[in-house]
Each structure stands twice: as C-alpha cells, then as structure tokens.
C-alpha cells in the first residue's frame, strides 16, 4: 500500500468525472496526499469543484495554462498554502477541434501553435513554477499518446504535440535530475473523456484497441490513476524521462 501521507500534489486537468485528472486525484487522495485540482476556468467549475469537494481536505483552483500570469498566480498561492510541493500532474492538452479532422497537410499556423502552447508549453511552464517548491525531490507527470510515435488517423497536430511533449518530458528529466525531481509521461489508451468526445470514430478506435491489445479490454481513469500513484511514489525513484504505457499492451503489438 502506497502512503503519500505528509506529501502535496497539484493535478492540472480536471473537467468532469470523466476526466483523467479525476482518475488520479481519487488515487493520490486515497494514498493521502494532500491535493490542490484545477481547472481551466468559471465555466469549468461548477462540475470541477463539484468533484473536489467530494475528496475532504483537497483545494480546488484555476488557471488557464495559456496565461503566463495565471501560472505565477497560483504557484504562489501555493507557495503561501503548502510551502512544499512533491508531486506535479499536467493532464491539459487541446488543439481547435477542426485540427483533428480532414487532411493533415491542411494544419494551420494558428492551431499548431495552440495546441503546442497548450498542450507542450504548459508543461515547461507549470514545471517552472513547481521546481522551487520541490525542496525534497518532487515527481511530475504528463499524459502523452501513442500517435505521438505511429500514425492514428485525424490526431493530426495533436500527433506532432505529443511528439514535443514526448521530447520535452526526457529534456525536463535531465534538467531537473540534479534537483531530484523525476519527470515522466504516461502513455494511457484512448478512453471516453469530455476531450475525446466530439471524435467521430472514437467509438470505432476503442473496439480495436480492445481486439488488438494482449489484455482484450480498454482502459479506465483509474488504471491511469494507478501508474500516477506509481510515478509519484518513491516506488519509482529511479524511473526519469520515460513514457510509460497504461494501454493493456497495444503498443507492443506489430500485427
Ligand atoms: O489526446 C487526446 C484528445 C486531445 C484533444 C481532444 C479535443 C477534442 C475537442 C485535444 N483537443 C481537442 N479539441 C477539441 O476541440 N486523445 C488521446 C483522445 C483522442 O483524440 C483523437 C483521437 C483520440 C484517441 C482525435 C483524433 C483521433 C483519435
């Protein structure tokens, strides 16, 4: 049994019940950590806080990664809260919804340059704003996807982010090494969150992924939550710069 009790993580991501960021907050709240969710906006919280307050003793705030302001914001409402912080979780990506659909040569500036602020920026940013406050060694975590190394048709930019996100985690892990702040991403399988509804053939893509994977079966939150706890473990004090894949074994499987 995993005892994050006398730690502190922050999970960027949360939505709804639906939401990856969800999957781990209930996993690191269960192994006691104290934890503060956020979400994108007002619009959001509702819902967001809605879920927050069902975990006693979690904090819930927001920010849009997009703001550089916002970032300082909250670290130093953080700085103030809790002193210390152990655990990062970035679990945000987007691109405009018309970037994952139709004909890749047909990205536009503007949506590769949103979904690369939004979706590999941030987590540069909000791992600047945590690093300081990792005084004992820390863990920080990002949620990647297979497209990033294969080919999944219409995940288009979003592909190409991952890539960067990818790269960016093993460039954070070498820098941030010395601190003892490991940096990792895990690779989930696609799953039914408010992100990947809109997608046309989700529905399709879960099935397969469900014939073709060595388990037979999809993927939950809470599996993803599992290996977050992991991560954010000292179970895995010697795992940096790694994609760790939670997707009942698809990736392995050439045929
Ligand atoms: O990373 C994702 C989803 C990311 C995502 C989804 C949306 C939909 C709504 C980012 N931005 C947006 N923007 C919107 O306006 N996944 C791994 C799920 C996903 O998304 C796909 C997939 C899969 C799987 C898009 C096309 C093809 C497959």
């Not at 679990?91 to 018309?98: G, M």
């Amino acid at each position: 049994m995993i005892n994050l009790a006398g730690k502190t993580a922050v999970v960027f991501g949360l939505a709804n019940k639906r939401s990856i960021a969800w999957g781990i907050a209930q996993k690191l709240h269960e192994a006691g950590a104290t934890l503060a969710i956020g979400y994108l906006n007002e619009r959001m919280k509702m819902e967001a806080q809605g879920l927050i307050d069902e975990l006693p003793g979690a904090h819930g705030f927001q920010c849009d990664v997009s703001s550089d302001a916002e970032i300082e914001s909250v670290f130093a409402s953080f700085k103030e809260k809790f002193g210390k912080l152990d655990i990062l979780v970035h679990a945000i990506a987007y691109a405009p919804a018309e970037e994952l659909r139709g004909e890749f040569i047909n990205t536009t500036r503007e949506g590769f340059r949103i979904a690369h602020d939004i979706s590999v920026y941030s987590l540069i940013a909000v791992s600047r704003g945590a690093a300081p406050l990792m005084t004992d060694g820390g863990s920080i975590m990002t949620m990647t996807y297979y497209a990033a190394e294969k080919v999944v048709p219409n995940y288009n930019v979003m592909a190409v982010a991952k890539a960067a996100l990818e790269s960016t985690v093993r460039y954070l892990a070498w820098n941030l090494g010395p601190r003892n702040i490991r940096v990792n991403a895990i690779s989930a399988g696609p799953i039914k969150t408010l992100a990947a509804r809109g997608i046309g053939s989700l529905t399709e893509m879960m099935k397969t992924h469900s014939d073709r994977a060595p388990l037979h079966r999809n993927v939950d939150q809470l599996e993803v939550g599992g290996a977050a706890l992991f991560l954010a473990s000292d179970l895995s004090s010697a795992i940096t710069g790694e994609t760790i894949y939670v997707d009942c074994g698809y990736n392995i499987m050439g045929f």
